[in-house]
């Protein structure tokens, strides 16, 4: 064998144990993800349906077109682990248009058991008079995000809201 074919071969052992190193550490890197992704999914897995919301008020049950409220939730989680998720807040017509603010949207911690959490909501100022439904949601993902989120719990207050002020909203 002459040395340049000597040369080639080395040269292709390198290569061929270089293609075995990187395939290697791809797959183990593939590997490592695959269990990351489980994990993460397990802790999906377990927060939904953990979450309820056993109570939904406002300190008003009136308001006027720019006022704010404050709502309160009764918050019951069974995850074992505090966990970082979302609390929306929206005003239903009955013509099904709905109303929030997304500003006031409030990331918290939710702690395991029974909780009281709360946030502000504002009556828009383009809202008509009538009677609306207030609604409070606990979400899991990107704060204000709908669309990168998980809603774990959502529920409509006993009490309506009553918007006093702009012309008569008409169904």
Same mark, same amino acid.
Do not use: C
């Given at each position: %064998?002459?040395?340049?074919?000597? @040369?080639? +071969?080395?040269?292709? +052992?390198?290569?061929?144990?270089?293609?075995?190193?990187?395939?290697?550490?791809?797959?183990?890197? =593939?590997?490592?993800?695959? %269990?990351?992704?489980?994990? @993460?999914?397990? &802790?999906?897995? #377990?927060?939904?349906?953990?979450?309820?919301? &056993?109570?939904?008020?406002?300190?008003?049950?009136?308001?006027?077109? !720019?006022?704010?409220? &404050?709502?309160?939730?009764?918050? $019951?989680?069974?995850?074992? $682990?505090? /966990?970082?998720?979302?609390?929306?807040?929206?005003?239903?017509?009955?013509?099904?248009?709905?109303? $929030?603010? #997304?500003?006031?949207? =409030?990331?918290?911690?939710?702690?395991? !058991?029974?909780?009281? #959490?709360?946030? /502000?909501?504002? @009556?828009? !100022?383009?809202?008509?008079?009538?009677?609306?439904?207030?609604? !409070?949601?606990?979400? +899991?993902?990107? &704060?204000?995000?709908?669309?990168?989120?998980?809603? +774990?719990?959502? %529920? =409509? *207050? *006993?009490?309506?809201?009553?918007?006093?002020?702009?012309?008569?909203?008409?169904?």
């Amino acid at each position: %064998m002459t040395p340049t074919e000597t @040369v080639g +071969l080395i040269v292709g +052992l390198i290569a061929i144990i270089e293609a075995g190193y990187v395939s290697g550490k791809w797959r183990a890197s =593939k590997q490592r993800h695959a %269990m990351l992704d489980e994990a @993460v999914a397990a &802790r999906i897995r #377990q927060l939904l349906g953990a979450v309820e919301i &056993r109570g939904l008020t406002s300190n008003s049950q009136e308001a006027s077109p !720019g006022q704010t409220i &404050r709502i309160s939730y009764d918050v $019951f989680s069974k995850a074992e $682990f505090p /966990y970082q998720v979302w609390l929306g807040a929206s005003i239903l017509a009955a013509d099904g248009t709905e109303y $929030f603010d #997304q500003s006031q949207d =409030k990331e918290i911690t939710l702690e395991p !058991g029974l909780t009281n #959490q709360s946030r /502000y909501l504002t @009556v828009p !100022g383009d809202v008509l008079a009538g009677s609306y439904n207030l609604y !409070g949601a606990i979400w +899991l993902g990107a &704060r204000a995000i709908t669309e990168n989120s998980i809603t +774990l719990a959502r %529920m =409509k *207050s *006993s009490s309506p809201l009553l918007v006093r002020g702009n012309v008569q909203r008409t169904v």
